[in-house]
């Protein structure tokens, strides 16, 4: 028996010490408050001390919250599979509750249109930056969003132009046409049967009046979770490479 325990034992240090070490995993997620707003933080397992990672803001919706992402976009289950197929870099991905939900549609859009967010977003990225280990780097960092929380990519990448290299707007409302003015990549998406169909198209065209380059991936499906799913795992391998 003893003989048997021990053969076991060295097997599991042989067969440890030639696991692949550029085999990458998934992070860990932490609930943290940054400049007073909750957040959900993603960071790479087993972070190096003084390594700076790129920076991913992530943003939900309409009456969601910051633990969207997490436990119903997938987020974590998503960067797992890209990162054991090489697909991704390491980076922190920090999600905000960019729109504390209010009790009627009409109260929630006035409530995520006032610019609030856009103001201090510049202080929350100082914060965050002073919290983990994220590079201040405009070419390292990275803002999306779904649905109300693309208008807020739209709107802060704009009143911080020139501060993320890389913009995603996933199903986002456009009640205003902006852009920032040259990022590394403009990626935007929509399914065809999403009601905001229509509004997004007017906003493609502007952004082909404004002779913007992006690049548009459209989907079937309308305005839900498969769609934002895919979304993010089309948007995140462009990012940082």
């Not at 042989?14 to 609930?31: H, K, L, Y």
């Not at 790479?44 to 436990?71: C, I, S």
């Not at 046409?177 to 997004?200: C, N, Q, R, T």
Request: proline residues 5%.
């Amino acid at each position: 028996m003893k003989r048997i325990f021990l053969f076991a034992f060295a097997a599991l240090l042989i067969g440890c010490s030639f696991q692949n070490p550029t085999v990458r995993q998934a992070g860990s997620t932490r609930c943290d408050t940054i400049n007073g707003i909750p957040c959900v933080v993603y960071q790479p397992h087993g972070a190096v001390r003084g390594e700076k990672y790129p920076v991913l803001y992530l943003q939900h919706g309409m009456w969601g919250n910051e633990f969207d992402w997490t436990e119903k976009g997938n987020l974590v289950g998503i960067m797992d599979s890209l990162l054991r197929a090489g697909s991704v870099r390491e980076m922190v991905v920090i999600m905000p509750d960019n729109c504390p939900g209010r009790p009627t549609y009409e109260e929630e859009l006035a409530n995520a249109t006032t610019g609030e967010w856009e103001k201090q977003f510049a202080a929350f990225m100082a914060e965050a930056e002073q919290k983990y280990p994220i590079s201040s780097e405009p070419s390292q960092r990275a803002i999306a969003g779904l649905s109300m929380g693309g208008y807020h990519t739209m709107r802060v990448s704009s009143v911080l132009d020139g501060q993320f290299a890389y913009v995603g707007m996933f199903s986002a409302a456009t009640f205003v046409h902006e852009m920032p003015s040259e990022p590394a990549l403009l990626w935007v998406a929509i399914g065809k049967e999403d009601f905001l169909y229509e509004s997004f198209t007017e906003y493609r065209r502007w952004l082909e009046a404004q002779h913007r380059e992006y690049t548009y991936y459209e989907s079937a499906g309308g305005h839900d979770w498969p769609n934002w799913q895919d979304y993010i795992g089309r948007f995140l391998p462009k990012c940082f490479q």
